[in-house]
């Protein structure tokens, strides 16, 4: 009942949107927030679109991890080499997933 | 699931993420053991999500914490404090030939004292009474045209917009009506809050804020009860990834007798939040004391729905009598935990039911129904012994 999941905008329709959750389940549902355009992505709670998760923002957030990460991993004694290696396997799947659309 | 499933998406998190994890609880273990050499007392976190509470007990994340460090789960999960009255409302109705929506969760979720004979939506069903389980209002208003109905509206600030918007919209049929059961998460934790200090426990120094109904509300309302209670708090995502973020975020700011509110969940959150849905909550809904289940009433808790919108409310519609503080009664089952488990007060394993009478297929008590609730996460994925092995073989202990 907290829990919302991303989701793709494919069709919209008034207050009425059609989203994809991947690999091709789809959903009517309303759409609860402003601004929302097809291929925006999605937060999809009990059938209602709650929020938008903004690309430049998951991108910045992304980049805000890094350096938490970073800063924590080296406050931490780990090395920093290491750390940054893994971020960017970690990372990169997101961002390709982001880039795709 | 099974053991070996469990090891396997533990192993996959703590091995991809091992110089992270690693390193998070490398700054939470400094931090903790900072600030318990100056205060001298164990520092108690709170959750108020059960999807917190799951990302918690999946991946063991207990099991990191310098034993300094104690995360306790707090109310947030609708369905364990929807108080018993309005359940049987709900199985009343539904035993009258009212067709009555709901969720899953709520279905089955047990009354206190069974109502001509049965404990729940799922029982009055059996019993011949009307209840259908939707995914969501929009499916049960696509499907209460022709008919007499009910939608039992559960829920927090997440739940509300996808009721509010077809309300205000006018796109509910008339026939559908609405028993608006839903509630407000900052003033109950407020309450938990309260609570801990009026029980003369450890009171609750650091916060982790739920990250969808925050995307909702935004990340004032918490603000407000930060600088109130003098605490810090992190609106936190759901991966275990934040979680630990969140929980290091908290301990820094705790270090530096910072009192702020911090959003480690930007990707979604907001300060202000959905203006949109939130305007649309509140021209249909008003703010009013509430009860909440095993806890009686929070001030200024529930949303109600406004006179406007009187034609579609369950209660003036079928002269179904309010609750009030007067009438309400502690409304848990014999022996039954749960208020002390949504306060944080309780462990699930110290209720002498717990996976005894009460379990996830044949709950007792509340707090095992939904899958978020902190009796069911712990049953299922327990916690403890296993996940310490394994993230002591990775090197994250
Ligand atoms: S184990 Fe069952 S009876 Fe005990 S507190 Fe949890 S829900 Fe209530």
Request: proline share 6%.
């Amino acid at each position: 009942m907290c829990w919302a999941v991303p989701a793709k905008v494919v069709k919209i329709d008034g207050p009425i949107a059609q989203v994809d959750f991947g690999g091709g389940a789809y959903k009517t549902v309303v759409l609860a927030a402003d601004g929302i355009q097809v291929g925006d992505i999605v937060l999809v709670h009990a059938g209602a679109v709650i929020g938008r998760i903004r690309r430049e923002e998951f991108i910045e957030s992304l980049n805000f991890y890094r350096e938490m990460m970073i800063e924590l991993a080296t406050e931490g004694g780990a090395g920093r080499e290491e750390v940054e290696k893994e971020l960017e396997k970690q990372f990169s799947t997101w961002m390709k997933w982001l880039k795709d659309g | 699931m099974s053991n070996s499933m469990s090891i396997n998406l533990i192993e996959r998190i703590f091995r991809r993420n091992t110089p992270l994890a690693a390193s998070i609880k490398n700054i939470i273990c400094k931090y903790a053991q900072h600030i318990y050499e100056s205060t001298g007392r164990p520092i108690k976190i709170m959750n108020f999500c059960g999807t917190h509470e799951w990302t918690t007990v999946y991946y063991g994340l207990r099991t990191l914490m310098p034993p300094m460090v104690e995360l306790v789960a707090g109310p947030g999960c609708p369905v364990c404090i929807t108080p018993s009255y309005y359940v049987n409302r709900a199985i009343e109705l539904a035993l009258d030939g009212i067709t009555v929506y709901t969720f899953g969760d709520a279905y089955k979720l047990p009354t206190a004292r069974p109502i001509r004979g049965v404990k729940s939506l799922a029982e009055a069903k059996a019993l011949g009474g009307k209840v259908e389980i939707v995914y969501g209002f929009l499916d049960a208003i696509r499907k209460g045209l022709s008919k007499d109905a009910v939608f039992f509206g559960i829920g927090f600030e997440t739940t509300a917009p996808s009721y509010a918007v077809p309300l205000n919209k006018n796109a509910v049929p008339s026939r559908l009506k609405f028993l608006s059961v839903l509630r407000l998460t900052p003033p109950a934790a407020e309450y938990a809050i309260d609570e801990a200090i009026n029980r003369g426990l450890n009171p609750v120094q650091g916060i982790i804020a739920p990250g969808h109904v925050s995307t909702v509300i935004g990340a004032k309302p918490w603000n407000n009860l930060a600088e109130k209670y003098g605490i810090p708090a992190v609106i936190s995502g759901f991966e275990p990834i934040d979680l630990l973020l969140s929980i290091a975020m908290i301990l820094k700011m705790l270090k530096n007798g910072e009192k702020k509110v911090r959003i480690e969940y930007t990707r979604a959150v907001t300060w202000e939040g959905n203006k949109a849905a939130l305007k649309a909550v509140n021209e249909v809904f008003e703010v009013r004391d509430a009860a909440w289940r095993g806890l009686g009433f929070i001030p200024m808790s529930g949303w109600f729905l406004r006179e406007k919108y009187a034609k579609y409310d369950a209660f003036t519609e079928y002269g179904l009598d309010p609750l009030t503080p007067e009438k309400w009664k502690y409304d848990l089952p014999p022996l039954c935990r749960c208020a002390e488990i949504v306060l944080g007060v309780a462990k699930p394993t110290d209720c002498q039911m717990f996976m005894k009478r009460c379990t996830p297929s044949s709950p007792w008590g509340p707090c095992m129904v939904s899958i978020e609730g902190t009796c069911a996460v712990w049953a299922r994925f327990g916690g403890g012994g296993l996940t310490e092995d394994i993230a002591k073989e990775v090197g994250v202990t």
